[in-house]
Each structure stands twice: as structure tokens, then as C-alpha cells.
């Protein structure tokens, strides 16, 4: 899948229109904004990543989330869901939680095999909308860059069968590709940063190979002691790990990818059914955006 250059022109003294063409058909293109484990591989340009607090995609819901910069800032967006006509129209409110910073109404409308993205964002007054036109421009083609390779990964995602079986988090981290794999091969770095805000962890057995265990217990805030047997399956030096957890049955595949300066870590967990997958959910998926913030606060300790 390829994709054309963006355009971004102004409209009227109020509005930006930003247009883009994407080599993958509009249903996908919809999904791909329509649920939060697709945003967490593309919303934001690069060096940009996400944690999500709240997603509810209907016409008078809303989506929160805390934006992290690549300096680690986090800024606190909210999104009110508008109008949705699937799988054309997606409108929606932009701000910050208090304020509506600007309204938005992208379109996607079929040409050929692809789609064409056409994105209005209407401004208060000529002040707000000339301030963001500098920023908008690059970044929303950084941001649909990274568009164009979620769209592949979704169609692999389709062609395994995992859709609604997985979750999924990202986090650019400022450090180099083989500091935030060595994070993960060392135990003792390991256990840091391993596991939800509050746990600790205790390593019994830790082979960092093909069909190596992986053996620990992770206590809780509470004191309370969680076995955890893993087996990794597959490593590739400063690109991937992919392991198996035991019970509750799960594969965890971390890929780590150069991006501006530093690394773009990208975690999936798949479960063997949807069923097992929204079991743990409501836990799991916090636990995971804790786990990637302990890893960031590790790293960013270092002199």
C-alpha cells in the first residue's frame, strides 16, 4: 500500500482542509479509525503516542486520552463524537476537556482501490487557525504516514483472525532501538519496570532464548504473590521478542522499530478467543499503558 502527499490549504479565514489519499479500501480505512487497539497504531505523528482513558465511538460519546510528546509531556485531549455516518463521515469536537479547541469532519470517500481522506477543521477565529496551520501540516502527514503502515498491519490482523481477540499499546521512547531491547533481555532492569503501577516483581528462572522460561512471581500493591510462567518463542536482537503466558493463556509480541531519534515500541497481546481477551480487559489493558509508563520512567532516569 502506497499513499499520495498530503495537502493542507486554507479555506475562508476559519478553516484548514487537509487531503490525502490512502491505497486501501474505505472499510478498512474506517476501522481504522473506528476502534482504539487501530488508533494506538496510528493516531499522532511520529514520536507522538497515546494512552486511552475512554472510547466510546456513537454519535454523543467520547474518546479521552493522554497525548505524550516525545519529551514525555502529556497533554489531556478529548474528542466528542458528533455525527457518524459509517463509512463515510466521521465529525467530532476537539479539545481538551473544557474547551473546544477546533470542530472536525473527515470524509472518506472511494477512488478506485483506495480512499481519499479529506479532513475540514473549522476554527474559532483566524488568530487559532493561522497559530495551528503551521503545526497541522507536518504533522498530519507524519500522523497519516503512519497511517499508511497500520493499514498493512490491519490486513495481516484480518488474514490471522485476532480482531477482538488482542490488545494493543505503543510508546515512542527518546533512546535508541537497542537501549529499550536491552530493557527487556537484562533480568535486572527487567524486573523494574515489568508489570502494573505498584507491583514488584521476583525472578526464578529467566532464559532469554528460543524456548527459553521465564519464571517469576509479581506482588501486587497488596502484598499478594501472582506465579507467572512464560516461555519465549522467538527473539531478534533489537527487533522483536515474542512470548507465551502460560495462564491466562496469551502471546505477547514486542517489535522495536527506529523512528526520529529514538525507538517506537509496539506491544500486542493476543488471546485465544474474544471471550478470554474481554475477561481480562478492564485490567489488562490499563495494566499494559502502566507497564509501557515504568519502562519510559526507567529509561528516562538514566543520565
Known amino acids: 500500500m502506497g499513499s499520495n502527499k498530503t495537502l493542507c490549504e486554507p479555506l475562508g479565514d476559519l478553516d484548514l482542509r487537509i487531503t490525502r489519499r490512502v491505497e486501501a479500501p474505505r472499510e478498512l480505512v474506517w476501522k481504522a479509525h473506528a476502534t482504539p487497539e487501530s488508533l494506538q497504531l496510528w493516531w499522532g505523528p511520529k514520536g507522538f503516542s497515546h494512552v486511552d482513558q475512554a472510547f466510546d465511538f456513537q454519535a454523543g460519546g467520547a474518546w479521552s486520552f493522554g497525548f505524550i510528546a516525545p519529551d514525555g509531556t502529556v497533554f489531556q485531549e478529548r474528542i466528542a463524537f458528533t455525527e457518524l455516518k459509517e463509512p463515510e463521515l466521521i465529525a467530532m469536537d476537539h479539545g481538551d476537556g473544557t474547551t473546544v479547541l477546533f470542530r472536525v469532519r473527515t470524509r472518506l470517500e472511494e477512488a478506485g482501490a483506495g480512499t481519499v481522506i479529506t479532513t475540514t477543521m473549522a476554527f474559532k477565529d483566524k488568530a487559532a487557525r493561522d497559530a495551528t496551520l503551521v503545526h497541522v501540516e507536518p504533522g498530519h502527514a507524519s500522523s497519516m504516514e503512519r497511517l499508511d503502515v497500520a493499514l498493512k498491519e490491519l490486513v495481516g490482523r484480518s488474514a490471522e483472525g485476532t480482531e477482538g481477540r488482542e490488545l494493543r499499546g505503543t510508546r515512542f521512547l527518546p533512546v535508541p532501538r537497542r537501549r529499550v531491547f536491552q530493557a527487556w533481555r537484562d533480568p535486572g532492569q ?114
Not at 527473539?235 to 515474542?242: G, N, Q
Not at 505477547?252 to 522499530?257: K, L, N, Q, V
Not at 481480562?280 to 502502566?290: C, D, I, N, T, Y
Open 190 to 303: 527487567l524486573r523494574l519496570w515489568w508489570g502494573p503501577k505498584g507491583f514488584s516483581n521476583e525472578f526464578h528462572e529467566f532464559e532469554f532464548r528460543p524456548g527459553g522460561v521465564w519464571r517469576f512471581g509479581m506482588i501486587g500493591p497488596n502484598g499478594e504473590l501472582y506465579p507467572n510462567h512464560s516461555v519465549f518463542h522467538e527473539i531478534v536482537a533489537d527487533e522483536l521478542v515474542r512470548l507465551e503466558h502460560k495462564a491466562p493463556h496469551f502471546f505477547i509480541t514486542a517489535r522495536f522499530s527506529d523512528e526520529l531519534d529514538g525507538c517506537r515500541l509496539d506491544w500486542r497481546m493476543v488471546f485465544d478467543s474474544k471471550a478470554a481477551c474481554d475477561q481480562v480487559r478492564s485490567f489488562a489493558k490499563p495494566g499494559l499503558f502502566e507497564n509501557l509508563d515504568r519502562l519510559a520512567a526507567l529509561l528516562k532516569a538514566e543520565p
